[in-house]
């Protein structure tokens, strides 16, 4: 089974910015992608965009390859390869082209009010913990910035992903104020390099997330009222909003 993509679908979703993962699914279903083959690195195809552009893309992972329109000449990673590894998949590995459909950078909450089980709690630690590899200190050159920074988003993206799925009760609320503690922790003295507000935003939408359970039930308030920190660094409390209007 080498000849098959390690990437989904959802895996190039989540490492790239909204809009590029668009433009490449836009190219993908029009047609754009044509004779591919397999090659030396993964496979090769023509990918049609403003010209015809001979890009290869490598089945480990979807940002290395190469392509010779003009991003790619520079070593960054475009559209063309993009659309490649999403044609990859969907020809070797169909049964992961499932499509993530909630907004991936902002706070969703489940709104099913009920007590969280054993094993659901057993799964998000699991992703949190999958997460936070992902959220790592700094300290390679800075060519590498960038990837890095990607990092960061993957990580965050899939912390708000698995706090989708948490059903509102006073157990999810304290796994999200841990989170906000852990975080916390590792920006102040993990090594972060945190430089375009990445992990600040994702505190900001952990937050958002209480908000939202405490709106769907009061006493669910109240407990987080009680329960998250005061005076930290970050200041919390003036983004829940339980603490500013009544
Ligand atoms: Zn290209």
């Avoid at 390859?65 to 993009?82: A, F, I, P, S, T």
């Avoid at 600040?200 to 997330?209: F, K, S």
């Amino acid at each position: 089974m080498k000849d098959i993509p390690k990437f989904t679908i959802s895996d190039i979703q989540l490492g790239v910015g909204n809009l590029e993962f668009e433009k490449a699914f836009a190219l993908y279903k029009k047609g754009a992608v044509n004779h591919l083959e397999k090659d030396f690195l993964g496979y090769s195809a023509i990918v049609s965009g403003t010209h015809d552009y001979i890009v290869n893309v490598s089945l480990v992972s979807y940002d290395r390859g190469n392509c010779n329109c003009y991003l790619g000449q520079r070593d960054e990673l475009c559209k063309h390869m993009l659309a490649l590894a999403i044609a990859l998949v969907y020809k070797y590995k169909p049964d992961d082209v499932e499509i993530i459909k909630q907004p991936l950078d902002q706070a969703v909450c489940s709104g099913v009010i009920r007590d969280i089980t054993k094993d659901e709690i057993k799964n998000i630690k699991a992703e949190i913990s999958k997460s936070f590899s992902f959220i790592k200190s700094y300290n390679g050159p800075s060519s590498k910035w960038f990837q890095y920074q990607d990092s960061l988003i993957r990580g965050s993206r899939l912390i708000l992903l698995a706090l989708s799925k948490l059903p509102v009760c006073e157990k999810s609320s304290i796994i999200c104020i841990n989170l906000l503690k852990r975080l916390d922790k590792k920006l102040l003295n993990g090594g972060i390099d945190d430089s375009d507000g990445t992990v600040g935003d994702l505190m900001i939408q952990i937050v958002e997330v209480l908000n939202m359970f405490a709106d769907s039930n009061q006493k669910i308030k109240e407990y987080i009222k009680e329960k998250l920190p005061k005076g930290e660094v970050f200041d919390w409390e003036s983004g829940f909003n339980a603490f500013n209007k009544q």
